[in-house]
């Protein structure tokens, strides 16, 4: 349905803008109701305007000139759109075609301004655009990868923050060590998420000051972040928050210790089928801990040589 806009105006801007104005309004799709088209011989001027123009209009365009500002009928139309649009019914659209006084009540309303009468196609269009509801913006694209991705958090991090530490132990997982992780390798997977390069390694620096990884340095003492290792408690809350199964894990590493009597690290692995990397975790977390005693040899390589009566008890009471 096309929509009815009522054009309050002077008589004496009719044939030098208003006529013209509302024509091109109807080209547009618009029911511009003009009195020169709807009010006839012995119609009531009141019931026409008030009742027929303005009462059924989705939106009021007031003509604003030195002609109008002070004509009473103009007031009155005008304070009868400011009803209207007060009670949310319709629009009210100012369209200043002179240097004039806009109205107080006018104030507070965009109004368009109208400069040469004889060359206004923009001005026209943002009209027709206000009458149509239709604003122009950039359409909204898909929003970035990480804000997609779902993820638990870890308390203290963002979820940036959270899935560059995730990537970080993924790629750990991956070289199966944790000691020497390559920045670049993980800003690279970083891309696939979104994420910006500065903005992860401001994440990066962020979770070395959280202690969750530890950078390496040169000589000198400089900072040089081009590799890091991640530190045991680190991979730790990474391992309880994203390894699923993690819990059972590590209780089956124990029990290889204390039941199966292994006592290497690749003995372990060879048995439960799991990466180099968690195998080696929770031997770590179990040495720290003082319940087994082991070392580690060149190329990767873990010897278990004492398990503690702790550990044995731990798993008998399971």
Request: charged share 30%; aromatic share 10%.
């Amino acid at each position: 349905m096309n929509p009815k806009v009522f054009v309050s105006h002077a008589s004496e801007d009719k044939e030098r803008f208003v006529l013209g104005f509302a024509t091109k309004l109807r080209a547009k799709g618009i029911d511009a109701w003009l009195d020169k088209w709807e009010i006839l011989p012995g119609d009531s001027l009141i019931d026409k305007i008030f009742e027929e123009g303005i009462k059924d209009a989705q939106a009021v365009i007031v003509v604003l000139s030195k002609n109008s500002v002070d004509k009473p009928w103009v007031k009155e139309e005008l304070n009868a759109a400011m009803v209207k649009k007060i009670n949310g019914v319709s629009k009210l659209i100012p369209v200043v075609i002179d240097d004039c006084q806009v109205p107080e009540a006018l104030q507070s309303t965009v109004w368009e301004r109208v400069n040469d009468l004889n060359n206004y196609d923009t001005e026209l269009e943002r009209i027709v655009r206000a009458i149509y509801e239709h604003r122009e913006k950039p359409p909204i694209g898909a929003p970035p990868a990480y804000a997609q991705t779902v993820i638990d958090t870890i308390p203290g991090l963002t979820k940036v923050d959270s899935l560059m530490f995730k990537l970080a132990c993924e790629t750990a997982i991956e070289d199966g060590h944790r000691y020497v992780i390559n920045v670049e390798k993980v800003i690279e997977k970083a891309k696939n998420f979104d994420i910006p390069k500065d903005e992860a390694f401001e994440s990066l620096t962020l979770l070395h000051e959280r202690y969750y990884i530890e950078p390496h340095f040169v000589m000198g003492g400089e900072f040089t972040f081009y590799s890091f290792n991640i530190n045991t408690s680190g991979f730790d809350e990474y391992a309880r928050i994203y390894i699923d199964g993690y819990d059972n894990i590590f209780a089956s590493v124990a029990f290889q210790l204390v039941n199966e009597d292994k006592d290497t690290n690749e003995s372990i692995i060879e048995a439960l089928k799991q990466p180099q990397m968690i195998v080696d975790h929770v031997l770590n977390v179990l040495k720290d801990r003082g319940l087994i005693k082991a070392e580690e040899l060149n190329g990767g390589y873990i010897h278990i040589f004492e398990v503690s009566t702790e550990l044995k008890r731990m798993l008998r009471n399971k």
